[in-house]
T-cell receptor, first 114, second 107 residues
């Protein structure tokens, strides 16, 4: 498998709450990207981190924020949860500096907002 | 217009059939192209990269036409295990995914 892990696997929150999702990094892969995948849709790019700095962002509001740590693991934080935030959240590692290389995905975290 | 558009599907084909998926992208500066496969309730996994010269991996053939901003995937001799959603992916600084095309191969 990819060696990328995510936690938790499933999560249920209520509207207005905050959530933190976590992603480990495959050794040597220093770029991490986060995606949101709603049911029946393709993954939508949220943002990307390279060496602990945000290195690109998709069309998501500021209440979606992230961190990357020195060991290249990463967090996705979502504040003020809305019902439409219910989705599968995927993180992906890639070995290079850019975001155009093969992405190795973790199994995802399924978030349900009630 | 969406950045990456795919055939809406679904495609339901018998075993042994040949099936083709199409994809168009809007950003002419895109530099990398991929097909990913996603099984139900699983993460996407790389199927193959797509090169301008076209490339083949066993029963799978991918083509890229930069002038038309068009990518294709051909699957020959379909197997039951090919049943999945196929995602077209285009890269330019980051990766943009199509909505996916669902394929069901039936006995």
């Amino acid at each position: 498998e990819t060696g990328v892990t995510q936690s938790p696997t499933h999560l249920i929150k209520t509207r207005g709450q905050q959530v933190t999702l976590r992603c480990s990094s495959q050794s040597g892969h220093n770029t991490v990207s986060w995606y949101q995948q709603a049911l029946g849709q393709g993954p939508q790019f949220i943002f990307q981190y390279y060496r602990e700095e945000e290195n690109g962002r998709g069309n998501f509001p500021p209440r979606f924020s992230g961190l990357q740590f020195p060991n290249y693991s990463s967090e996705l934080n979502v504040n003020a949860l809305e019902l439409d935030d219910s989705a599968l959240y995927l993180c992906a590692n890639s070995p290079g500096t850019g975001g155009e290389e093969t992405q190795y995905f973790g199994p995802g975290t399924r978030l349900l907002v009630l | 217009r969406k950045e990456v558009e795919q055939d809406p599907g679904p495609f339901n084909v018998p075993e042994g059939a040949t099936v083709a998926f199409n994809c168009t992208y809007s950003n002419s500066a895109s530099q990398s192209f991929f097909w990913y496969r996603q099984d139900c309730r699983k993460e996407p996994k790389l199927l193959m990269s797509v090169y301008s010269s076209g490339n083949e991996d066993g029963r799978f053939t991918a083509q890229l036409n930069r002038a038309s901003q068009y990518i294709s995937l051909l699957i020959r001799d379909s197997k039951l295990s090919d049943s999945a959603t196929y995602l077209c992916v285009v890269g330019h600084n980051d990766m943009r995914f199509g909505a996916g095309t669902r394929l069901t191969v039936k006995p």
